[in-house]
């Protein structure tokens, strides 16, 4: 072992505890040593590797790299395989800055062992780098960072977490002329070789190695060993690292595009049903089949769907070439509001059900279920959705947000939800699906009006922002509710305490105006509002209780017991409240949030 102390630290947000056989370490932002560290427990309660900034608990040392190189090595074995979340990632790092300031979430960084791989949905293991950044504070953003988690073990490559079950060797060694690593599981081994070692002296003229954790985990390490030797620094090739940033809110390659439309239905009226097919003219005595009526629509066509349940195999795609026109837009709707059905459960994984890439288009009261991701992702512009609902599906379930691959050029802006409710969306690992999201890559004036989303896996309401993409689009949403959200409809112990909140207003500081007006939280089991870190959001004349947390934004006007709040006009709160909160043990609760005649709201607890 080496006579430096190993110092241990939270980096971002994260957090955990690190326990030897002497003294049981919480990671703090703050370093902390430990002389003598070879074999101990860490356990990650949070954080991510994620396609943005990254958050993470270490145990590290100092190196010069460049008059030195080292071998680091550890024994891992993972000790609880039911807390793994789909952040989870850990194993060997070298990384170029070891600050932890609030605003310094940006390392160039080197990581052996597992994270989520290429497809961005699985852990994998293999090596990823961050590379790109030369500022360590908040203010690097978009086109900077370059995440490559292209490289990985393919020994390795059908094992799941889940299915580890013994000992991990991992070996990262600093050479010359780059890094080597190493992965040894069941008597296989396997290496990759990084070129060049000088993309991480961008930030400072140190390295710091040592093992590093995030997202849910609980490892037993061994044999935790760093060797110093005499080295140098060596120059990286330009083309070593390719971003590789997975795309969302699915891969574009496993999609199917529908060809040109052969004919389109213009200024006509075309009936479709479940059980109605291609040849159908079209008529409520011969209906036709929904995919085709879609498919063939142009401006002024209006499509009625019989009740029913609509069964699709694949994603229903409305292509660009089917826009309609502001005077003449293509209006899809239900004979009867929410009885025409689209059921997602035979499309293949993580695809959405629907995919509207048009630009307006009416959709009026449809549902959407079971699908393996989004229930209906929005990509173009000046759409209205209207009393649709989303239910059951493995993604948020309505969703604006590009189509993966498409330039801001392209963001889907000035879109309407209004009238919808979206529930019970649940993924897979119950941390993802949303009731509505505006979010990552999307443009200006988007809306969401009259909505209520309730029993989600994650958040009722989501406009997150990841710094690697930049601030979205100002969003505004208008009388809104958000309840009982952090629900995993897929388990038996349905409470996330780590997930629902009811309306997230951001993420990762970047400052977007977003208002939230007469809206309505309670009984969340994260907080009502959270800004989320976006100093910009405003947020008025809302009402929040009962929920796990209050974190709330700068700019607020929420309302606490036997408290009014002036300036609410013409809003009939009672009477729409009942009706759009689905379960009946809120009324009474509810039934206390009165107007009085000056419009300004008061509750009575």
């Not at 089917?322 to 997602?344: F, M, Y």
């Not at 909140?501 to 970047?510: D, M």
């Amino acid at each position: 072992m080496p006579e430096n102390p190993w110092m241990i630290r939270a980096m971002g947000n994260a957090h955990g505890t690190l326990i030897t056989d002497k003294r049981r370490y919480s990671f703090l932002p703050v370093k902390q040593t430990i002389k003598d560290l070879t074999e101990f427990e860490l356990i990650s309660d949070n954080g991510k590797f994620a396609d943005s900034q990254d958050s993470f608990i270490g145990c590290y040392q100092k190196i010069d790299p460049s008059r030195e190189n080292f071998v680091l090595s550890a024994t891992l074995t993972i000790t609880d395989t039911e807390i793994i979340d789909h952040l989870t990632g850990f194993g060997l790092m070298v990384m170029d800055t070891d600050h932890s300031l609030p605003d310094i979430r940006h390392r160039n960084h080197l990581l052996n062992g597992c994270f989520r791989t290429l497809d961005g949905r699985n852990q994998g293991f293999g090596v990823r780098t961050v590379s790109g950044y030369t500022k360590i504070r908040s203010a690097d953003t978009e086109n900077v960072r370059i995440l490559d988690s292209s490289r990985t073990y393919g020994f390795l490559n059908d094992q799941t977490l889940n299915s580890i079950t013994g000992d991990i060797s991992l070996r990262l060694e600093k050479t010359d002329e780059g890094f080597i690593c190493t992965c040894s599981y069941n008597r296989i081994e396997e290496t990759i070789f990084i070129s060049g070692t000088d993309f991480l002296t961008r930030q400072s003229p140190y390295m710091y190695a040592g093992i590093a954790a995030a997202g849910k985990i609980r490892l037993s390490v061994k044999e935790l060993s760093l060797q110093i030797t005499p080295g140098k620094i060596s120059h990286t090739p330009e083309d070593t690292f390719r971003s590789n940033i997975p795309d969302y809110p699915f891969l574009r390659d496993k999609i199917v595009l529908p060809e040109m439309p052969v004919y389109r239905f213009v200024n006509s009226e075309i009936h479709v049903s479940p059980t109605g097919k291609s040849s159908g003219n079209g008529t409520p005595e011969n209906p036709k089949d929904i995919v085709t009526a879609v498919r063939n629509a142009g401006p002024g066509c209006r499509i009625i769907l019989g009740d029913g349940v609509y069964t699709l195999t694949q994603s229903l795609v409305i292509n660009q070439f089917n826009n309609g026109t502001k005077e003449s837009p293509v209006i899809v709707e239900a004979v009867h509001p929410r009885k025409a059905i689209l059921d997602g459960k035979n499309i293949p994984g993580g695809l959405p059900l629907m995919i509207l890439r048009s630009n307006s288009w009416v959709i009026k009261g449809l549902s959407f279920i079971n699908a393996p991701g989004s229930g209906l992702l929005v990509c173009g512009n000046y759409n209205k959705i209207l009393n649709c609902e989303a239910s059951c599906n493995g993604d948020t379930g309505i969703l604006i947000c590009a189509y993966p691959g498409d330039g801001k050029e392209d963001y889907p802006s000035y879109n309407t939800v209004e009238d919808c409710d979206s529930y019970r969306n649940c993924d897979d690992v119950a941390e993802n699906a949303d009731g509505f999201g505006c979010k990552l890559r999307a443009g200006e004036g988007n809306v969401f009006r009259h909505c209520t989303a309730y029993q989600n896996a994650d958040d009722g309401f989501d406009l997150y922002t990841k710094s690697v993409f930049g601030p979205i689009g100002k969003v505004r949403i208008e009388e809104c509710i958000a309840y009982d959200n952090g629900i995993n409809t897929k388990e038996k112990d349905r409470t996330l305490t780590a997930r629902g909140t009811g309306f997230k207003l951001g993420g990762e500081k970047q400052p977007v105006p977003h208002e939230v007006i007469r809206c309505i939280a309670f009984d969340n089991h994260r907080a009502g509002f959270a800004s989320n870190s976006n100093p910009l959001c405003k947020v008025k004349a809302c009402i929040s209780f009962s929920n796990g947390s209050r974190y709330l934004p700068k700019n607020y006007s929420v309302i606490s017991p036997h408290t009014t709040i002036p300036g609410v006009r013409y809003f009939s709160l009672n009477l729409w409240l009942t009706d759009r909160v689905k379960s009946g043990k809120y009324t009474q609760l509810l039934s206390n949030i009165t107007r009085d005649e000056e419009g300004h709201l008061s509750v009575d607890f």
